[in-house]
C-alpha cells in the first residue's frame, strides 16, 4: 500500500497532519502500539523539519506486510553539516519557531531512534531527502 502526502513548509496549522493519517491508516493492521509509536514519532518529527525548515515537501509512505518505508523528499535551504544537524540540541529554528514549541533540535536524533534505517542527503541550496525503515 502507498500512500502519497504534500507538506507545506511554514503551515503550522496543517503541520502534522500527513503523520497523523498513516498512525490512523497503520492502526488498521495489527501492528504493536509500541511499533506505532515508533513510526509515528519518526514521522511527526519528519513532517515537522519540512513544516520548520523548508519551503515544500513529499512524504511518500510504502506499507509492506513487515514493514513500513518511507522518503520524504522537500525544497528547501537544505543541510551543508549533515553530523552537526544530528546533534542532540542543535537546532537553527528561529525565536519566533521556538516560541511556538518547536526547535529544541531533537528532531533528527529521535527520528534516528525511532527508525530500523535511516538516511539523510542533503543538498544545500535545494533540498534535503529523509528515508527511514520501521520493522514492525
Ligand atoms: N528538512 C530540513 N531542511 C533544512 N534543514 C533541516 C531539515 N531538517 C533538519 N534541518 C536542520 O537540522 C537541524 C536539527 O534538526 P532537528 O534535530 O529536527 O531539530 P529542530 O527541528 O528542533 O531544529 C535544524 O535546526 C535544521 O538546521
Ligand atoms: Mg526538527
Request: aromatic content about 6%; charged content about 20%; cysteine-free.
Amino acid at each position: 500500500m502507498k500512500l502519497i502526502y504534500h507538506i507545506q513548509g511554514g503551515d503550522f496549522s496543517a503541520a502534522g497532519g500527513a503523520s497523523s493519517e498513516v498512525k490512523k491508516t497503520l492502526k488498521q493492521f495489527n501492528i504493536s502500539p509500541f511499533v506505532l509509536r515508533k513510526i509515528a514519532v519518526a514521522l511527526y518529527e519528519a513532517e515537522m523539519n519540512v513544516v520548520v525548515h523548508a519551503w515544500h515537501g513529499i512524504m511518500r509512505v510504502d506499507i509492506r506486510p513487515d514493514r513500513v518505508s518511507v522518503v520524504i523528499e522537500d525544497k528547501g535551504p537544505g543541510i551543508a553539516d549533515i553530523p552537526r544537524a544530528m546533534e542532540e540540541g542543535f537546532s537553527t529554528a528561529t525565536d519566533e519557531v521556538r516560541q511556538m514549541g518547536f526547535g529544541a533540535g531533537m528532531g533528527l536524533p529521535n527520528i534516528r531512534k525511532n527508525s530500523d534505517e535511516m538516511v539523510l542527503t542533503s543538498t544545500p541550496g535545494v533540498g534535503t531527502r529523509l528515508a527511514l525503515t520501521i520493522s514492525f
